[in-house]
């Protein structure tokens, strides 16, 4: 095991003794769990990501067109909206928190195979023009 010292602002801090406080474990603890969590999801959300982009090209005109349109559902968006407005104004405990980075990711997956479904279907030769937001 390796010994990390860092700086950190004081809200960050704060921060962590919040989320160590509300999850019942040690401060130290708490910052690793964050960090694990951090890291191990980034990795396996890329290559998720990537397989899933990776397989749009299989899909038939009519399913690429369905993934290009398709949208959060409402209760994502407001329960996403919810805890946003919540961490301003008191933070969040470590499980909203996670919430919150489950449908980030979520919503980031659903933008990006949009994004190439739309590719796709350009390059198939299909006008794509009515998926561009309306000014």
């Known amino acids: 095991m390796q ?3 860092i700086r950190l602002p004081d809200s960050i801090y704060q921060k962590l003794v919040e989320l160590a406080h509300d999850s ?3 401060l130290e603890e708490e910052t690793l769990h964050l960090l694990n969590s951090a890291l191990s999801t980034n990795s396996k959300y ?7 982009l990776n397989q ?3 899909l038939t005109d009519k399913e690429l067109w369905d993934a290009a349109t398709f949208a959060v559902s409402d ?9 946003l ?10 499980v909203e928190a996670e ?6 990711d979520h919503f980031n997956q659903i933008m990006m195979v949009r994004a190439q479904a739309a590719v796709i279907l350009a390059e198939r ?3 794509i023009a009515k998926l561009a937001p309306s000014p």
């Open 75 to 83: 209760e994502d968006n407001d329960l996403m909206q919810v805890l």
């Open 3 to 5: 010994t990390l010292t």
């Open 99 to 104: 919430q919150v980075q489950v449908l980030s």
């Open 46 to 52: 890329a290559a998720d990501i990537e397989a899933q």
């Open 85 to 94: 407005e919540k961490r301003q104004r008191e933070g969040l405990t470590s």
């Open 24 to 26: 019942e474990r040690p």
């Open 56 to 58: 749009l090209s299989l």
């Open 125 to 127: 030769g299909h006008d």
